[in-house]
Every structure is written in structure tokens, then in C-alpha cells.
């Protein structure tokens, strides 16, 4: 190992959403910072949006799966023992590279589930903790979408108005209006008008392979630039191997493998991770040693325990009218949450979030995984006529609660280029939340017949669907059970933060974007306000 | 195997997989075993193994075969089958104009609003429906059995 003098006051492992977030804000304080990244900053042309083999890319070398993509920054992830499995992306900007920008917060219930439920557990911290954090990196990453919403409290503005929700949305609008049901335009973390100089959303539907307009506000395009601006280091390329701790049990740097292949070390003050719930773990576990021999910062044993995948079933709607919905956002056009909450008279507690959306392309269209056996010949061709430009999607994510078998470990015999074990997933779907995705698909069948549809196919339970794993180090007030405090600290080393999806207690039923970047802006402005506990 | 004989054989399973309908021409008419193909696997490389295996165990069947070899694909063996097939069917001109489909455009987003605008209205004139937590501090944060089966 080379002898290096890499020293920062703060170290960040990943420049996803929380990393950008975290580096940002120390940047701005004036901060020392410093990001390690194990993937690439890809330009905006890279991105295959603007591609008319775009489709195909996105079943290769842009897939979110990154068992399938294989790209060289890519670490594999054995999930032969998990229903669901994991999407997630390497890089600068993490996976908003590849998310669809749908920007939920939380419901105020979502941060107590026990105690309004009797399931999962209450976080020690609640909506309005984060309140104030939700507005603000609303505006850092440049949110749209329309205030009023009746399932939510009051709120101001959203930095721009909601894009349009699309011939399809209207439909679909229009029948929920006739059910009595919730439906909302969607916020999205794509511009509908310039912002901070970066253009509109085109609606070329292409946001699940990066945007080739900047419009979405993938934190490459909307956070880091202004984090470089204000002082942040970025290191991309780099793959951190080991968290270092001190003789006194202190976070003091990490050990990392930069372009060169050269093994250094880089040390700081305070360590932050912000590597996606599967990173995090999997970092910690690899970090173990005689002083923490089940992994670092795992005292409680909960470090990788409680991994939530968010299960989704889908229902496509056909209609008989031409609306041209491969174009659009690939965010959400509207959004429902009439069946978010726990109903007296269900089979199973807590709720799901739906989602409409535009339907994509012809490839899309012939390839598209639902129950129904995969067409072939003339059925394919039917199939296409049927589906391209003429359908609605609803998406139905189902709150996903923690259970301690669901984890993460690292195997024993499959090793990383490190020597350590691959991260493995064991993940099974609950009783609870098929139930509750069964009723989801009834439910969201009749919201297409009602707007029109002359008829839908569903997807029970998407596989290929894990981009919102959640929960491997979650928060607590108790060391015991949860692996960090409500300030996002380690409960076994205070200087070491984890600020990525990892931390959640429960996982909601909405998409998790929004509370992980309210999360770790809150952690991240509590460790400036108190640097010297530090 | 020659890339005649892949051609050939690919065209077979083109006839019985890709055979048009009416509004969408057959694939082997467009000689997709041709350039199309290699523009697929130009993106996927790691497919041209696949296929070629699958084919291997094809050659010799000849035609008629096509079906039963088809019907003897796994569910990840026919997905890869299809992604080359469909990948470069529907990235040719011919195709796409037989559908309407221009691919995926770049369009001035309207002025005109977001649509459905006096629903949205109607929508904020409903009662709140979210609920209201339990004071948080007031109720022990410890883990229960949670799932209810």
C-alpha cells in the first residue's frame, strides 16, 4: 500500500443523491469534503435517451440492474435468494441516474407505524422533523409539481408548477374523480420550465437511462455542480474498500483502490456513507476486524437486518384511442394515494402508492413481462398494436415492512476483488403484501375500466423492480435495535454517518427519494451546527 | 457454425417468432438476419453467445422445426431470443413507419396548463384525509413481531 497524505475534514463514500447532498452542504459551510466515487461522471451525451436504439440499450449496458449491466463499476450482487431484485446505478449522481424522478414525501403515518398499526416500528424522529428539509432540497434539485394535495398537511409551492399529466392522466383523472378516489398530479424532480440553468423536460420519456436535457434533476446535473462550485473534492473512479478506525473506536478514513489500482488511504475528521442501502451494508460488513468482528459500527447485529424492496405490481389499461404514450415523462403523470393508508376492513395493514405512467416504445410493448405467457408471432405483432401509443401504465408500490430475515450478509465462498464476500440478498415477499398487491390490482383494474380502458393485463409481482432498497442500518433510539440515532450517527461511532436509504425505519409506501435527501441534509446541517461533538 | 448457416437458421425462428400481421411487415422480408442483426449485437454482444448456443442446437432441424425448438426455449432463453429479434425488427425504418412510431422525440412542453385542471380543484376542495400521528415521544420505539401473517 502506497503511504499517502490524503486528509479531509469529511469523507463521503458516494456521490448518489445523498452523498451530492451532504457534500453540497458542507461545501457551502465552508467544510472540507471530500467524496469518493466509485463510478464515472457521465456527460449528458452519453446518455442514450436521444438514441433510437435507446430501448435496446436500457435491456444491456443501461439496465438498472447492475447483475445484468455488468459495467466495470459495477459490484455483482447475488440475488438468486431474493424475490425482488436490486436496481441501482454506480456514478456520479447514484441511481437518479437512472430513478424516475418521482419526488414523494413521506406521509405524516409513515413515521409511525407501530404505533398507529401495531406493525414495523415508530422512528424517533416524525414528519415535521423533516418539513423544512423536504422544501429545501425540493429546491435544490428542482421539484414540480402542484401544492393542495388533500393526503398531505399544507405545504408552500413547488419551485415550478406539475408537468402535464397527458391524455392518459386526464382519463384516469376523470375516473377517479367519478369513484370518489385521491389521485394528484405528479411531482417529479423534472424542471417543467428552465431552472438554475438547466432546460425543460422534453417529455421524450427516456428518464430511467439518465436525461439528455439535464431536466431531470439527477443530482450529476442539479447538486454537484453547485457542491464543486462551493469547494466540494469529488473523486470519481475510486472504490472505497475498508472504513479505518482509530485506537480510540473513532471513524478516521478509509481505505480505497483508485484508478491506477493502487490500494491508499485517505483520512478525515468524520466519516460519512452515503453508498445505497446494499453499499453501506455490504462497506460496513467488509470493515470488520479483532475489534469488531460482525462488521463495523454492528453491535446491535442489525447492520444489513430489515432490507425493504418496496414490492410493485403493475396493471396496464388498453385503450381504443391513440394517445401517444410512448412520449411523456417517465415520472409519474399523476399519482394515487386512496389506498395508502391502513383500512379497518382490508386483510392487511399500511397501504400502496400508484403510479401512472407512459407505457414506452414497441420494444417495450413486445417485451413487457406480465403474467400472461410472453407473446410470440402474430400475437406479439398484436400485442404492439394494442400497447404502443394506446395504453397507461399504473404502477402499485406496496409498503414493504421490516423483518429481520430479509438481509443482506456477505458470502462465505463468492469473493469480491478485495477477497471479501459478495453481497447476497435473502429476500422474501411478505403474506401481508401480497395481500395487499392483490387488492391493489383489483383496485387499480377499476380505475382503468372506469377511464376507459376496454381492457388490462397485470403483473402480480415485478422482479426486476428493487430500485428502492431500504432499511440495512436503520434508526432508532435504542443501540440495541437500530444502528443509528435520530441524527443519522452511528450509534457505536458517533463520527461515523450514514445518510442513505439505509437509515429508514420503515420504507412508506411512496417513493423514498425525497426523505433521503430531507434526511441527510438534517444530518448533515446538525454536524455542522455541532462540529465539535464531533 | 458459418454465418450463412446462423443467418439461415435465424430466419427460420424469424418466420415463426416475427411473422407480421397486417399493419406490421415479416421480419425475414427485411432481411433481418442481416445488418439489423449485427446492429443488435453491436449493443449486446453479450446476447451473439446466447443466440448462437440456442442455434446450435437448432441446426440441422430445418424449418418446420422452428416451432418445437421455440416451444423448447427456456423463459431466459426466449427473452434473449426476443430481445435480438425485437431489438432489430423495431429499429428498422419500415417498421416504425408501419406503426406511426417516430421513436422518442423531443417536444416543446405545452403552455397550456397541466390538464385537468377543475379536478384538481375539486380535489383540494376534500376533507384532508392523511392521519395524525400519535405524539411520537410519548410511545416506545422497540422492535415487534412485524409482519402479520
Redesign the interface.
Known amino acids: 500500500m502506497e503511504s499517502t497524505d490524503l486528509k479531509t475534514e469529511i469523507l463521503v463514500v458516494g456521490a448518489g443523491l445523498s452523498g451530492a447532498i451532504s457534500s453540497q452542504r458542507l461545501a457551502q459551510a465552508g467544510i472540507g469534503v471530500t467524496c469518493l466515487e466509485q463510478g464515472h461522471w457521465n456527460a449528458l451525451e452519453a446518455y442514450p435517451?436521444?438514441k433510437?436504439?435507446?430501448?435496446?440499450?436500457v435491456?444491456?449496458?443501461w439496465n438498472a440492474n447492475p447483475n445484468i449491466r455488468?459495467g466495470v463499476v459495477d459490484y455483482q450482487i447475488l440475488d438468486d435468494s431474493s424475490d425482488i431484485k436490486p436496481l441501482l446505478y454506480n456514478g456520479v449522481g447514484g441511481s437518479t441516474v437512472i430513478f424516475s424522478a418521482h419526488w414523494m414525501r413521506f406521509?405524516?403515518?409513515d413515521?409511525?407505524s407501530?404505533?398507529?398499526d401495531?406493525?414495523?416500528?415508530?422512528?424517533?424522529?416524525?414528519?415535521q422533523d423533516l418539513e423544512a428539509y423536504y422544501l429545501e432540497t425540493e429546491f435544490d434539485i428542482g421539484v414540480s409539481g402542484?401544492a393542495?394535495?388533500?393526503?398531505?398537511?399544507d405545504r408552500p409551492a413547488y419551485p415550478m408548477?406539475?408537468?402535464?399529466?397527458?391524455p392518459w392522466?386526464?382519463r384516469v383523472?376523470?375516473a377517479h374523480?367519478r369513484l370518489g378516489w385521491?389521485?394528484?398530479?405528479g411531482s417529479n424532480a423534472i424542471t417543467?420550465?428552465s431552472y438554475r440553468g438547466r432546460r425543460?423536460?422534453?417529455?421524450?420519456?427516456?428518464c430511467r437511462a439518465g436525461c439528455n436535457?439535464g431536466a431531470k434533476g439527477s443530482v450529476d446535473q442539479s447538486i454537484w455542480p453547485e457542491a464543486i462550485r462551493s469547494g466540494a473534492k469529488l473523486m470519481t473512479g475510486v472504490r472505497v474498500s475498508r472504513l479505518l478506525v482509530d485506537k480510540k473506536g473513532r471513524a478516521n478514513g478509509a481505505l480505497f483502490v483508485d484508478v491506477e489500482g493502487r490500494t491508499r488511504q485517505i483520512k478525515a475528521d468524520v466519516v460519512i456513507i452515503a453508498a445505497h442501502a446494499i453499499g453501506t451494508a455490504r462497506l460496513l460488513l467488509k470493515s470488520k476486524s479483532h475489534a469488531w468482528p460482525d462488521g463495523l459500527a454492528n453491535s446491535s447485529g442489525q447492520v444489513g437486518r430489515n432490507l425493504m424492496m418496496h414490492p410493485l405490481s403493475r396493471m396496464v389499461g388498453f385503450f381504443d384511442e391513440?394517445m401517444c404514450s410512448?412520449?411523456g415523462h417517465w415520472g409519474q403523470s399523476i399519482y394515487s394515494?386512496e389506498f395508502a393508508?391502513t383500512r379497518a376492513d382490508n386483510d392487511?395493514?399500511r397501504g400502496s402508492k400508484w403510479n401512472l405512467s407512459p407505457t414506452g416504445?414497441?420494444?417495450t410493448a413486445?417485451?413487457y413481462p406480465l403474467d400472461s405467457a410472453?407473446p410470440?408471432?402474430?400475437n406479439?405483432?398484436?400485442r404492439?398494436?394494442e400497447w404502443?401509443?394506446r395504453s397507461a401504465l399504473w404502477g402499485m408500490t406496496g409498503e414493504d415492512?421490516?423483518?429481520p430475515d430479509n438481509h443482506l450478509t456477505l458470502d462465505k465462498d463468492q469473493l469480491d476483488a478485495d477477497g471479501d464476500g459478495l453481497p447476497r440478498l435473502t429476500y422474501k415477499t411478505?403474506?401481508?403484501s401480497k395481500r395487499m398487491l392483490e387488492f391493489m390490482s383489483s383496485r387499480a383494474r377499476e380505475s382503468l375500466l372506469e377511464a376507459g380502458a376496454y381492457k388490462v393485463a397485470k403483473q402480480t409481482l415485478a422482479s426486476e423492480a428493487g430500485w428502492h432498497a431500504l432499511g440495512t442500518c436503520r434508526m432508532?433510539?435504542?443501540p440495541l435495535?437500530s444502528v443509528v440515532d435520530r441524527w443519522n450517527r452511528c450509534h457505536d461511532i458517533p463520527n461515523l454517518l450514514i445518510v442513505d436509504g439505509s437509515v429508514f425505519a420503515t420504507s412508506s409506501c411512496v417513493n423514498p427519494a425525497a426523505t433521503i435527501a430531507a434526511l441527510a441534509a438534517r444530518a448533515v446541517d446538525h454536524l455542522i451546527n455541532h462540529c465539535q461533538e464531533h | 457454425m458459418t454465418n450463412e448457416k446462423f443467418r439461415e437458421l435465424i430466419n427460420d425462428l424469424a418466420r415463426?417468432?416475427?411473422?407480421?400481421?397486417g399493419?406490421?411487415p415479416p421480419a425475414v422480408d427485411l432481411n433481418i438476419s442481416g445488418p439489423p442483426l449485427e446492429?443488435?449485437f453491436a449493443?449486446?454482444p453479450?446476447?451473439e453467445s446466447v443466440v448462437t448456443m440456442i442455434l446450435e442446437r437448432f441446426e440441422g432441424s430445418g424449418e418446420c422445426e422452428a416451432k418445437r425448438l421455440?416451444g423448447s426455449l427456456s423463459?431466459s432463453e426466449?427473452?434473449s431470443l426476443?430481445?435480438v429479434l425485437?431489438?432489430a425488427y423495431?429499429?428498422l425504418p419500415q417498421?416504425?413507419e408501419a406503426?406511426?412510431?417516430s421513436?422518442?422525440?423531443?417536444?416543446?412542453?405545452?403552455r397550456g396548463?397541466?390538464?385537468?385542471e377543475e379536478?384538481?380543484v375539486?380535489?383540494?376542495r376534500?376533507?384532508?384525509?392523511?392521519?395524525?400521528?400519535?405524539d411520537?415521544e410519548s410511545?416506545p420505539?422497540?422492535?415487534?413481531d412485524?409482519?402479520?401473517?
Open positions: 435517451g436521444n433510437d436504439d435507446f430501448e435496446l440499450q435491456t444491456g449496458s455488468k406521509l405524516p403515518s413515521f409511525c407501530y404505533s398507529l401495531g406493525v414495523g416500528v415508530d422512528w424517533p424522529i416524525g414528519y402542484i393542495g394535495d388533500p393526503a398531505y398537511p408548477p406539475p408537468l402535464p399529466i397527458q392522466g386526464e383523472a376523470g374523480h385521491h389521485w394528484w398530479p417543467s420550465q425543460p423536460c422534453v417529455q421524450r420519456s427516456t436535457e391513440p410512448w412520449q394515494l393508508e392487511f395493514v416504445g414497441p420494444l413486445a417485451l410472453q410470440t408471432g402474430k406479439l405483432h398484436d404492439v398494436d404502443l401509443g415492512l421490516p423483518h411478505t403474506e401481508n432508532g433510539d435504542d435495535n | 415463426d417468432l416475427l411473422p407480421g400481421n399493419s406490421q446492429r443488435v449493443v449486446r453479450d446476447l421455440i423463459q426466449l427473452r426476443l430481445t425485437c431489438g423495431f429499429l417498421v416504425r406503426l406511426g412510431y421513436g422518442q422525440q423531443a417536444l416543446t412542453l405545452t396548463g397541466f390538464g385537468a379536478l384538481v375539486a380535489q383540494m376534500q376533507a384532508k384525509r392523511y392521519r395524525i400521528p400519535p411520537v410511545v420505539n422497540t422492535a415487534v412485524p409482519i402479520p401473517e
